[in-house]
């Protein structure tokens, strides 16, 4: 295990993707010391902003303020992160394997373009959870990421397979031009969710306002989301799906591209606990 | 001034009719020169020696690129990227390099000269900063001509002598070396939201001008305007399945007049619409054979991913809507336009499989290699730091057999490239890529190695690398005289030059051009034209 403290907060985003099991595996304490980060265009030291202790490991664990050090775990592939306090933009971004876990906040890019690995986030996230990077066909393309406190714009932004689960409120364009996976929103969604999508499944446990681009078209309670549900427990997150407590509504769209995608919202029965 | 004798290497200079000899070339400050005393010796034993490559059609400055590398930042992000180091700026490679990366690109594979091969006149002023910071290679541009409405007016009023003296004054106004027409009326047409595929059919807007008038009048008047280079045509119909048709049309009307044809790969498919879509390179290469007036170059496509840069509005909002890809369209006011779609040519899609083939069919089937060049149309059919992968599979028909075979059997159906044997020569190599260019542009300096030619010289190992390659690292590139690759290692960053041409014409044409520019440009007809004082490391040139 590899402990990571920081010493000062940066006065401006640190680019720190040397931050990774991948890299750290096999270094020594020297060299991990010595590892190179990016204050501005200065090439800067890990040690000079972080106490290190350990080596040679693919734990790593973070302690302190880190919401302004980037690109944590970027292509990590396997090995875990842990993070005892909030971290910066672009974490886990490209990974591929492995699990990095927060305890407090994170910020825009979570997860972007991964195409595997699984994220936990205790506090809240910014915008573009596991989102195509700008000009990008396609976001995520595999893995988990669960966020339990809220998330920004455009989360799952052209994602092309994989789940993400934001327990919070969601604000706007929540699976804007998604191409397939799932989005699952424990408390619903602001603006124009699932706009421009194509395929892939957004579930919300909550009402949400639907673009007019969005027809309905059934209430039931699809198989493969109690196959999906018994997943997400493992994982600590409850996904109701019994008959008895309540039904999803489908919505089909977004018929302005057109698309194949669905909306489901749940609604419990009247009494029912979900 | 520094003498360099390069000794023991076999040389391949076509324009002088050395094929293969092993011989010295002496360079006395910027140029080649029969013998020197003293100064640097370079041991070229064991490697074949080239004059530095010609770029006859490529596309690496100005507004229509620009837009190109702002629409696809996922290529910039998985680029190669270039680092500063002490003689070289930082940049960025892939499918659109910046400036000086393009610079070290090229001169890292070889080349020496590129023709930068469509400027709108409003754009000129940015294209010719680019040029300046794209480094170590000379450079030539051509300026978009066959869709400027001032132009096509007075032609079509069939006034062609004051269309001459406006069209030389256009040239000198953007400072540029040549002409480049590209969709004659059909980018004009798009502005009302057609095409123009039918070569003798009027164009929307127009009452009676045809592209066939626009083609036949504008080689007319670059011929009496005396330009080196020849009318630069990118034909009509670009792209579509069946358009030999227009490409052989295109070839009656230039009958008895020079011509350069561009990317003819584009224009050489048969069939009748994308499901018919097959090779037509057998039909327009024999029709190209009967025509010696005219040059081309292949426009090879190579798997993998391209981005498409044209004027031709239409064909590329067509391509946009055949691939989904996101669409850039710019309106260059009453001279042009721009589209812009990234693209990705996969060997398991029957169109795309069959244009892989065409390009590398033309190359194969036009006996003559003086008359056909290589080139993707950068980057249109693939990045031009891929052609050594063109030059291989030129080479090693074995190599294309076993590509072909790779290939579904609908799309082996389509195409002719799996009968033909020809291998090319590293003689033929030499004229596709430097003499046979050079001479097409008319400069009589480049793409040879005689006595007081530019030393421009590539040294290449004389055996593949691993990967089958042959042209890849040269040992060393000469510019100038300068040593400017060494052991694959940018040495030298120097400076090209950028040639120009000034036609004769009658001053009074300005008087006629002012008040139609001033009508319906939204810029001052006084900041139109680029100031000679701002083309840096300009060579004019007059006849």
């Known amino acids: 295990m590899i402990t990571l403290t920081l010493k000062e907060q940066p006065n401006v985003p640190l680019e720190a993707e040397s931050i990774s099991p991948d890299i750290t595996a096999a270094l020594s304490h020297d060299s991990i010391c010595a590892l190179p980060v990016y204050l501005g265009k200065r090439q800067r030291r890990l040690d000079d902003f972080f106490t290190v202790e350990g080596d040679a490991s693919d734990e790593i664990q973070i302690n302190g303020d880190a919401r302004k050090v980037k690109w944590i775990g970027r292509g990590m592939t396997r090995g875990r992160i842990q993070v005892e306090g909030n971290a910066g933009m672009h974490l886990g971004a490209y990974m591929k394997g492995g699990t990095i876990d927060v305890s407090g906040n994170v910020t825009d890019w979570l997860g972007a373009e991964m195409t595997g690995g699984f994220i936990r986030i205790r506090g809240n996230a910014g915008g573009q959870v596991g989102a195509a990077y700008r000009g990008s066909a396609s976001g995520m393309s595999d893995g988990t990421i669960i966020v339990d406190g809220t998330a920004g714009l455009e989360v799952g932004m052209r994602m092309k397979r994989g789940t993400i689960v934001i327990g919070g409120r969601v604000r706007d364009f929540a699976g804007l031009q998604m191409k397939g996976g799932t989005i699952v929103l424990g408390s619903g969604a602001e603006l124009r969710t699932g706009a421009w999508m194509m395929r892939g499944t957004i579930v919300s446990l909550k009402p949400l306002p639907l673009l007019p681009t969005f027809a309905a078209a059934a209430t039931y309670n699809p198989t493969f989301l109690r196959m999906y549900a018994r997943h997400l427990r493992t994982l600590g997150v409850s996904l109701p799906f019994d008959e008895r407590d309540g039904g999803y509504q489908r919505y089909t769209g977004d018929a302005s591209v057109p698309g194949r995608g669905e909306i489901l919202i749940w609604h419990a029965h009247d009494g029912a606990t979900a | ?543």
């Open chain 2, 1 to 543: 001034m520094s003498t360099i004798r390069i000794t023991g290497g076999t040389v391949y200079d076509p324009a002088n009719g050395i094929n293969g000899v092993v011989k010295d070339i002496c360079i006395d400050g910027s140029r080649i020169v029969a013998n020197v005393e003293g100064g640097r010796t370079i041991d070229a034993t064991g490697t074949i020696v080239f004059p530095g490559g010609v770029d006859v059609h490529t596309h690496v400055a100005g507004g229509a690129l620009n837009f190109a590398r702002g629409l696809v930042p996922e290529n910039q992000r998985a680029a190669r990227k270039f680092l500063h180091g002490v003689n070289r700026r930082a940049g960025i490679g892939g499918m659109t390099p910046t400036t000086f990366a393009t610079g070290y690109l090229y001169a890292g594979m070889g080349w020496t000269t590129v023709n930068e091969a469509a400027v709108p006149i409003l754009s000129a002023k940015h294209t010719h900063e680019e040029l300046h910071d794209t480094p170590i290679v000379d450079k030539s541009c051509l300026v978009l001509m066959a869709n400027n409405e001032i132009v096509l007016d007075l032609i079509e009023a069939g006034e062609v002598e004051r269309a001459q003296h406006v069209v030389a004054w256009l040239v000198w106004a953007a400072k540029v070396y040549g002409i480049k027409a590209v969709n004659p009326g059909g980018v004009a047409a798009w502005k009302w939201g057609k095409n123009a595929s039918k070569l003798h059919e009027s164009i929307a807007g127009y009452k009676t001008l045809t592209p066939a008038a626009i083609i036949s009048s504008l080689a007319k008047i670059i011929e009496d305007l005396k330009l080196p280079h020849p009318l630069h045509l990118h034909c009509n119909n670009l792209g579509n399945p069946g358009n030999i048709a227009t490409t052989i049309e295109t070839m009656k009307v230039l009958e008895g007049r020079r011509a350069h044809l561009a990317h003819l790969q584009f224009h050489a498919y048969g069939g009748e619409d994308w499901p018919s879509m097959r090779s037509g390179a057998v039909e327009i290469a024999d029709a190209f054979e009967k025509h010696p007036n005219l040059t081309t170059d292949a426009g090879a496509v190579l798997f993998g991913d391209a981005v498409t840069i044209t004027a031709d509005g239409p064909w590329q909002h067509m391509l946009h809507q055949l691939t989904g890809r996101k669409w850039g369209n710019l309106d260059v006011e009453n001279e042009t336009g721009c589209g812009i779609v990234p693209y990705v040519y996969r060997d398991r899609h029957t169109v795309n499989a069959v244009q892989w083939a065409v390009g590398l069919e033309l190359l194969l089937l036009i006996k003559d290699p003086w008359r056909v060049y290589l080139t993707t149309d950068h980057p249109n059919g693939g990045c031009f730091w891929r052609y050594p992968e063109i030059i291989r599979l030129l080479m090693d028909k074995e190599f294309r057999k076993e590509q072909i075979k790779q290939l579904s059997e609908n799309a082996q159906s389509r195409i002719v490239l799996g009968e033909i044997d020809r291998e090319y020569t590293l003689f033929e190599i030499a004229i596709i890529t430097s003499a046979g260019p050079a001479r097409a542009l008319g400069f009589s300096q480049k793409g040879q190695l005689g006595v007081g030619a530019d030393a421009d010289v590539t040294i290449y190992p004389a055996k593949a690398t691993d990967d089958g390659m042959l042209f890849t690292y040269p040992r060393y590139v000469l510019k100038g005289g300068e040593i400017v690759v060494e052991e694959g290692e940018i040495r030298a960053v120097t400076e090209g030059k950028e040639f120009i041409f000034r036609p004769g014409y009658d001053e009074q044409i300005e008087e006629y051009i002012r008040p139609l520019f001033q009508r319906v440009y939204t810029m001052s007809f006084e900041n139109y034209p680029v100031e000679i004082e701002r083309v840096r490391g300009a060579e004019v040139i007059t006849k």
